[in-house]
Structures are given as C-alpha cells and as structure tokens.
C-alpha cells in the first residue's frame, strides 16, 4: 500500500521527537554553544544547534518509515543532499521523496529571539525531476522558544484541505486550531514586506520596497506608518503569517539578484532553497497564493541547492494591489 495518509502519523511524530530533542538542547546548552559553526555546506551554514536535528532525522526515518514504502530522504546535511532508504535500495525503486528541513529559522531560535519551524514535504519519485508541485502530503511543526508554551502543527494533503493543532507543552494538551488568511483587500495598516535578512543588496531590495509600498498607497502622511513589515528570517514562518492571517503580502526576492550582485562584484548571498518552501502545500490548500518571478505556480526540483524566489498573498486582491507594481520594479531593474 502506498497512500500518503499512511505517512502523516509517523511524519508528525518525527517533528514532535525533534521538537523534543532541540527544545531540550536548548534548555541545556548556551548561546555560544548552540550557534558554534558545525560546518559551512554550499546552500547554508551549518550550527551546532542543527546537527541535534539532524540526528534524529535519519535514524527515525530508516526505523519508521522506509519499512512502509522504499524512500529518498532528501535534506541539508546528507552526503550528496540525499540518502536512500532502506540503505542499498536503488534510488529508482524508491516510492517517494521525502524533502525535510529539520529547522527552518536556525538563527531566531538559537538565539531565543523567534520560533523555528520543522517541515517535511513528501512526493511521490519521479526521479530527479520531482518537484514542489508534486508534493501531496506537507507538515510543518513549530519548535517554540524556552519560554513559550504553546507551539503550533500545520498539515495538508493535497486536495484535502489543511488542518492544525495547538500543543501545550507543560499540559501535553492538544487543541484543533482555526487559521485563515487575511481577507482585507488592502496591504494599507497591515504587514507586508519583501525579505531583506542578509546583507548584500538589502539597499536594493529596500529600494523596492518603498517602491511597490507607494504605488499602491501613496506617500505616507507626517507622523502615520501605511503599512508595516516583520523581518521573521524563516520562510516556514513568513508562511505561517500568511497562513495566519498577520501578514497579507510576502516576497523573498534573494535568488533574482545575480546581476545586481555581479554589477557590484559579489557573488549571491544566501537564498531560499527547496527544502524551505517544502510545506508551501499547506498555504495553497488554506488559499495562500504563491507564485514564482512570473506570477506562475512555484516550482522547483526536490534538491538541496537550487535557490528559489517567492512571492505570496493573504489573497486575489492583495495580489491585485501588488503584484503589477513588483512586476514592474523587477522589469526595470532587469531582474
């Protein structure tokens, strides 16, 4: 048998085993120790606070979840970017690829400033062309700061609708929570932004910002604020505002910027990669619009290294508002 709803159970165990694991590394270990630079891998760097993860990660997938069906674990980390399980099963006998971030927002978490987010993004194996459109079961669980008890699980299958839960960690209690997008028609007083984590070219990416804000509210009056941006530096996280209902427009712009950068002879900073975007499933079954550079389904192959441009709306009308006036500024910039 090889139904996708046979692999929600153990997928969100796996999460609820690495937000554990992590949860409790954090309680122990120091900042210091947590952001300690393990290694220094082609997509992203590498912490100490990864690496407890990504233990967990294997192990648990060759125990519980490739005795159901053959798979191709795929995740940063891995040798090559991927593994096959059961060890030694030829990768074309594998029934699915599994994609799998074992912490999207390694930096607000290791320094207990955001959440971070563990997802998983499970196709059926079309070999090496697999992509996020094929994804047909996502999940994506919170690993919440010492401090925070309640952390939050997203799910969907494709075609299903999503669904999400509320988790007490002090009670272990567990509460079916109601999320929607935004329905405002507007990005006027509400969260809107394009991401700008790294330096780079955040001049640039400002500069289109404040273009995109104006053209569709107009200059801001003295002492008032139009709109407003949370700078959340996870891409599970910006999905989950838009899920939410807190952030009506999102763009993750980093992975156009090559010819800004090589004008200023730099090479790319880090981008969005597959792996992060594993979960966009969950947005599009809650009516989350997400697009690529041209306003066309996102797309990418279930690989770790390429880099991956976004764009999301709470909804039809916000990306009315907004999407000609991005169109437009990255036209002119030859992006």
């Not at 959340?232 to 992975?255: K, N």
């Amino acid at each position: 048998m090889t139904d996708v709803h046979r692999l929600l159970a153990p997928i969100r165990e796996l999460h609820e085993r690495i937000r554990q694991t992590v949860v409790q590394a954090c309680e122990r270990a120091s900042v210091d120790e947590l952001s300690r630079v393990a290694a220094d891998e082609e997509g992203d760097t590498i912490f100490a606070v990864d690496r407890v993860s990504e233990e967990v990660l294997v192990a648990f997938c060759e125990r519980e979840m490739a005795p159901l069906n053959p798979l191709v674990l795929i995740a940063e980390g891995l040798d090559g970017g991927q593994i096959v399980l059961p060890r030694g099963t030829a990768e074309s006998d594998a029934v699915w690829r599994v994609i799998v971030d074992p912490i999207d927002g390694t930096r607000g978490l290791m320094y207990q400033k955001r959440s971070a987010w563990v997802l998983t993004g499970v196709a059926p194996n079309r070999g090496p062309g697999t992509n996020l459109q094929d994804i047909e079961l996502a999940v994506q669980t919170e690993v919440p700061l010492i401090k925070q008890h309640l952390s939050d699980t997203l799910w969907a299958i494709r075609g299903e609708g999503a669904h999400a839960e509320r988790f007490n960690r002090l009670t272990n209690e567990r509460a079916a929570l109601a999320l929607q997008p935004s329905r405002a028609p507007t990005i006027e007083q509400g969260y809107a932004m394009i991401a700008r984590f790294f330096p780079g070219a955040r001049d640039e990416l400002a500069a289109i910002d404040e273009e995109v804000v104006q053209g569709a509210l107009g200059p801001s009056m003295a002492g008032k604020a139009n709109c407003f941006e949370d700078q959340y530096a996870s891409s599970a996280g910006q999905l989950y505002e838009l899920i939410a209902g807190h952030d009506r427009f999102i763009a993750d712009l980093r992975a156009l910027l090559g010819p800004v950068m090589s004008k200023r002879g730099l090479p790319l900073p880090i981008c969005c990669h597959p792996y992060d975007l594993c979960t966009e499933l969950i947005a599009r079954e809650l009516g989350v619009i997400v697009t690529d550079r041209n306003g066309a389904a996102l797309s990418a192959p279930l690989t770790v290294e390429p880099d991956v441009a976004w764009f999301g709306y709470a909804n039809e009308n916000i990306r009315a508002q907004i999407e000609p006036l991005l169109q437009g500024a990255l036209t002119k910039r030859g992006l």
